[in-house]
């Protein structure tokens, strides 16, 4: 996980905390919107991602007042919209969002398999803006 919160600081400019966060929080969200098969294969494929995606499950990381009010539209609105809500509680703006998404996505296709990131983009409405 160390070699992709790395990247991912350079392109983005946040820090490795609020990096690995947001990455939790866009694993777990893939595992609930997306294909069960292909989701698990790109977890699987990143080091250190199944620890990052079981912080974002349980809550882990805090955020304050901003982290909890983005977590609560995440789970009310569902959906891209309400993973866009969830990474904006915890500071990252639209630019951050779309470069962290794209440069996440090219490390799992570099990892995982450019077929098994096409299935999940695919799958998930409105996550091909983010890719």
Known sequence: MEELVSRLTAATGLDGATITQATGAILSFLEKEGP????????????GARDAVNSAVNGEGGGGLMGM????VGHVGGGIAGLGGQ?????????????????????????????????????????????
């Open 36 to 47: 069960a098969g292909p989701v698990a294969q790109l977890i699987d494929a990143i080091p």
């Open 69 to 72: 009010l983005g977590g609560m």
């Open 87 to 131: 990474l904006m509680g915890m500071g990252l703006d639209l630019g951050q969002m779309q470069t962290l998404g794209k440069e996440l996505f090219a490390y799992a296709s570099e990892k995982a398999g450019p077929e098994v990131v096409g299935k999940i983009v695919s799958e998930v409405p409105g996550l091909n803006q983010f890719v």
